[in-house]
T-cell receptor
Framework: AQSVTQPDIHITVSEGASLELRCNYS??????LFWYVQSPGQGLQLLLK??????LVQGIKGFEAEFKRSQSSFNLRKPSVHWSDAAEYFC??????????????FGIGTKLQVIP | DAGVIQSPRHEVTEMGQEVTLRCKPI?????LFWYRQTMMRGLELLIY????????DSGMPEDRFSAKMPNASFSTLKIQPSEPRDSAVYFC?????????????FGPGTRLTVT
C-alpha cells in the first residue's frame, strides 16, 4: 500500500522568503503525485500534479515541485512567499485501488504560517 | 461551474441522533468520493462511487455509516446513530473517471459536531 510522509507539521516563513515543503512517498511503482492546498474553512484545491515526463512540475499560484525518484521525494517550492499563501498543504500519492480507480492517499499536512 | 456543493456547512447534533450529509458533484463528473478529516487521522477516504455505484467502501468505519448515490448529481452520507467520535469535517470530492480520474475537486466540507 502507498503512503505519504510530511515531516513538518508546522512551518513559519517571512513574507518574501523562499519556501520548501517536504514530502516523501512510499509506493512500489511509478507514483502519481499531487500537492493540494487547504485554506481555513475551505476544501482542498489542487496545486499541481506529476504523472510522468519532466520531473519539475509547475503549478498554480507560483508553486513548483520536483519529483526525485532516488529520494522518493516530491518537495513543493515557491521562490517568494506571499501572506495569502498561509494555509495547510497536503502531499498525496495515487495508486490503483479496488475497481481500478486512482485511490489517493494524503499526507498529514503541513501548516504554513507567513509572518510580515 | 459552481463546483462541488455540500450541505449543511455546519451540523451540531446530540449523540444518538441521525445525521445526513449531502453532496452535489460537478456536472459531468462520474466519480464521487467521501472523505473524513480529523486532527488525529488526517484525511481518510470513506467511500468511492463510480457511475453511481459504490466501488470501494473499505474506509467506512462501521455499520453506523452508510452512503448512497441515487443519481449522478446527488449523494448522501448518513450516520445513525451518531457518536461524539464522529465529530470531524466531512468532504465530498468528484472527478471525471478516465485519464484524469485522480484529479479530484473538493467541496467546502461539512463540520460535524456530535455532543
Amino acid at each position: 500500500a502507498q503512503s505519504v510522509t510530511q515531516p513538518d507539521i508546522h512551518i513559519t516563513v517571512s513574507e518574501g522568503a523562499s519556501l520548501e515543503l517536504r514530502c516523501n512517498y512510499s509506493y512500489g511503482a511509478t507514483p502519481y503525485l499531487f500537492w493540494y492546498v487547504q485554506s481555513p474553512g475551505q476544501g482542498l484545491q489542487l496545486l499541481l500534479k506529476y504523472f510522468s515526463g519532466d520531473t519539475l512540475v509547475q503549478g498554480i499560484k507560483g508553486f513548483e515541485a520536483e519529483f526525485k525518484r532516488s529520494q522518493s521525494s516530491f518537495n513543493l517550492r515557491k521562490p517568494s512567499v506571499h501572506w495569502s499563501d498561509a494555509a495547510e498543504y497536503f502531499c498525496a500519492v495515487g495508486a490503483r485501488g479496488t475497481g481500478g480507480y486512482q485511490k489517493v492517499t494524503f499526507g498529514i499536512g503541513t501548516k504554513l504560517q507567513v509572518i510580515p | 461551474d459552481a463546483g462541488v456543493i455540500q450541505s449543511p456547512r455546519h451540523e451540531v447534533t446530540e449523540m444518538g441522533q441521525e445525521v445526513t450529509l449531502r453532496c452535489k458533484p460537478i456536472s459531468g463528473h462520474n466519480s464521487l468520493f467521501w472523505y473524513r478529516q480529523t486532527m488525529m487521522r488526517g484525511l481518510e477516504l470513506l467511500i468511492y462511487f463510480n457511475n453511481n455505484v459504490p466501488i470501494d467502501d473499505s474506509g467506512m468505519p462501521e455499520d453506523r455509516f452508510s452512503a448512497k448515490m441515487p443519481n449522478a448529481s446527488f449523494s448522501t452520507l448518513k450516520i445513525q446513530p451518531s457518536e461524539p467520535r464522529d465529530s470531524a469535517v466531512y468532504f465530498c470530492a468528484s472527478s471525471l473517471r478516465g485519464q484524469f480520474d485522480y484529479e479530484q475537486y473538493f467541496g467546502p466540507g461539512t463540520r460535524l459536531t456530535v455532543t
